[in-house]
């Protein structure tokens, strides 16, 4: 068995819960990836082959090309504003906002209109951001949060594998109602879970949830989706269109999803604090509600797989790959298989729009 990595944030935590009490779950993700010495984004390489997990705009450009395309439809749909904010949130190493640009050179019009905001945490990530799109001539500036995006121009907002990385909070059902589940110390004075005093009230389980047996576990996500109703209320107010892509599900359901991954296998959560990333599915239902802010909504929710090919995936493969060697040829095909086939990226990832309902967007809505 390899050697685990040291953890120095793993002492910070235990003496936290030792002095304070048992940690929500929720308060335990944020430190693991947020603290500001420790935590994962701040001080690992998490993406690519040589880092923890690979996002869609790593397996390939034409993942980042299809979306630019959206994006450049949205803003046509919206009425071709000038000035209009470019928005991406978790912008990892800048890849795919470097291949979305590239496509909005095609509109010389849109790439003269705006200006990229990236929303990033990470002064490590924020520099290799700043080394990707150096080149691309585009203003960019960057934010902690979406406290200071622009007020006085139209948004167009992306968000790929955002939404799984904020806090969630846990609740168990004990059998005399649920529990939060909390992060607490063994006798050997490691961590575990153990439930919490805090309770979540029965008015706001679903009624197909009320009978869930005991033992099962109910995640939510509140920090989700007070982003989404913030930024739905920046779209009624001020205009624009958001896309949202991430695996989760579409309807609210009970089910433990938190994960941790390192080195692209999963590890134990509790295992090593700061060094391995932690993620949960996405909740597309709660999500959708946040999204309401009339005359802003969602649109229904679809596969990364449909999604993709119904802006022309394949299309765009054939022309990456016309005049290439077979080898790349082949790689395209792979790429194109991981992105939209439904036993690897295209079903358990989903797509969600989110506009004004009558701006008609690309793939969501009728012509």
């Given at each position: 068995?390899?050697?685990?990595?040291?953890?120095?944030?793993?002492?910070?935590?235990?003496?936290?819960?030792?002095?304070?009490?048992?940690?929500?779950?929720?308060?335990?993700?944020?430190?693991?990836?947020?603290?500001?010495?420790?935590?994962?984004?701040?001080?690992?390489?998490?993406?690519?082959?040589?880092?923890?997990?690979?996002?869609?705009?790593?397996?390939?450009?034409?993942?980042?090309?299809?979306?630019?395309?959206?994006?450049?439809?949205?803003?046509?749909?919206?009425?071709?504003?000038?000035?209009?904010?470019?928005?991406?949130?978790?912008?990892?190493?800048?890849?795919?906002?470097?291949?979305?640009?590239?496509?909005?050179?095609?509109?010389?019009?849109?790439?003269?209109?705006?200006?990229?905001?990236?929303?990033?945490?990470?002064?490590?990530?924020?520099?290799?951001?700043?080394?990707?799109?150096?080149?691309?001539?585009?203003?960019?500036?960057?934010?902690?949060?979406?406290?200071?995006?622009?007020?006085?121009?139209?948004?167009?907002?992306?968000?790929?594998?955002?939404?799984?990385?904020?806090?969630?909070?846990?609740?168990?059902?004990?059998?005399?109602?649920?529990?939060?589940?909390?992060?607490?110390?063994?006798?050997?004075?490691?961590?575990?879970?153990?439930?919490?005093?805090a309770s979540l009230d029965e008015a706001d389980l679903p009624p197909h949830l009320k009978a869930a047996p005991e033992g099962a576990v109910l995640e939510t996500q509140p920090v989700?989706?007070?982003?989404?109703?913030?930024?739905?209320?920046?779209?009624?107010?001020?205009?624009?269109?958001?896309?949202?892509?991430?695996?989760?599900?579409?309807?609210?359901?009970?089910?433990e999803t938190l994960q941790a991954v390192r080195n692209h296998k999963p590890v134990p959560v509790l295992e090593t604090p700061g060094k391995a990333d932690l993620t949960a599915h996405?909740?597309?239902?709660?999500?959708?509600?946040?999204?309401?802010?009339?005359?802003?909504?969602?649109?229904?929710?679809?596969?990364?797989?449909?999604?993709?090919?119904?802006?022309?995936?394949?299309?765009?493969?054939?022309?990456?790959?016309?005049?290439?060697?077979?080898?790349?040829?082949?790689?395209?095909?792979?790429?194109?298989?991981?992105?939209?086939?439904?036993?690897?990226?295209?079903?358990?990832?989903?797509?969600?729009?989110?506009?004004?309902?009558?701006?008609?967007?690309?793939?969501?809505?009728?012509?």
């Open positions: 068995m390899p050697d685990m990595p040291a953890s120095p944030l793993l002492d910070r935590i235990v003496r936290l819960i030792e002095t304070q009490g048992p940690m929500p779950v929720s308060d335990y993700m944020a430190r693991c990836l947020g603290d500001p010495e420790h935590g994962y984004y701040m001080q690992a390489e998490p993406f690519g082959r040589s880092g923890d997990f690979i996002t869609a705009p790593e397996v390939s450009q034409l993942f980042g090309e299809i979306l630019g395309a959206w994006i450049v439809h949205a803003w046509e749909a919206i009425g071709a504003p000038d000035p209009v904010a470019l928005v991406e949130f978790g912008p990892g190493r800048g890849t795919l906002s470097a291949d979305m640009l590239r496509v909005a050179r095609l509109r010389p019009a849109f790439l003269k209109a705006l200006t990229l905001h990236l929303v990033e945490t990470s002064p490590r990530l924020r520099a290799a951001q700043k080394k990707t799109l150096e080149d691309t001539g585009v203003t960019i500036r960057w934010h902690d949060s979406t406290a200071t995006l622009p007020d006085d121009r139209p948004l167009l907002i992306v968000a790929n594998e955002f939404f799984d990385a904020l806090p969630i909070r846990q609740f168990v059902q004990g059998g005399a109602g649920w529990r939060e589940r909390c992060i607490g110390l063994d006798e050997a004075g490691g961590l575990r879970f153990q439930a919490g005093l989700a989706n007070a982003i989404m109703q913030d930024l739905a209320g920046r779209l009624a107010g001020q205009g624009g269109a958001a896309l949202v892509v991430d695996y989760g599900y579409g309807k609210t359901a009970v089910g996405v909740n597309f239902e709660a999500l959708a509600r946040a999204a309401k802010a009339p005359p802003v909504a969602a649109r229904p929710l679809m596969t990364q797989g449909d999604f993709l090919l119904r802006l022309g995936l394949l299309e765009r493969a054939g022309q990456l790959g016309a005049g290439r060697s077979l080898a790349e040829q082949d790689g395209i095909r792979d790429d194109v298989e991981r992105l939209a086939a439904p036993d690897q990226m295209g079903e358990l990832f989903k797509v969600m729009a989110v506009a004004p309902q009558d701006v008609r967007l690309a793939a969501f809505d009728a012509a």
